[in-house]
């Protein structure tokens, strides 16, 4: 009787630390569309170029006919930071000179994507600021 007992405390604690570090941390969600007047192949490039030289984070995959950036943490610490290694940007054309960019839904809880997009949307804004054109509203 001692025996069982003692295992099934013992199980009690075993359960509670896994349930404890199997927990996932929820980020924000980062769903904001950033939209500009801007072509969509310039703004893919200008996309492209902007997350090409995140620190810390790598491009995987590029698809511009399907419109889309893939972008890979290098510097995540373990196995439960699963959710920050991977971040997708959509880059879909909504007319002839107007483009939209948004964080993938599937990855928009990421705790960098709030950055990334500033950091796009840095870029484009410098870009035009370069060629004297008004910078582009966010939605």
Known sequence: MKRASSLF???LVLVAVLSSCASVKEYPKF?????YEKPFDFTFLRTLEA????????LEETDKNKGFITL???????LFDR???VVKFNV???????????????SQR???GGDLLKRIDDFMKMSSSLKG???????
Not at 31 to 35: F, H, T
Not at 72 to 78: Q, S
């Open 51 to 58: 997350l090409n030289s995140v620190p810390g984070w790598a």
């Open 31 to 35: 769903d904001q569309v950033l939209v």
């Open 83 to 85: 959710d920050k290694w």
């Open 110 to 112: 990421n705790v960098k």
């Open 92 to 106: 879909v054309s909504l007319g002839r000179k107007k483009t939209s960019v948004a964080i993938d839904p599937l």
């Open 9 to 11: 405390i013992l199980s």
């Open 133 to 139: 054109e008004e910078p582009s509203a966010e939605l």
């Open 72 to 78: 890979r943490n290098t510097e995540y610490g373990n």
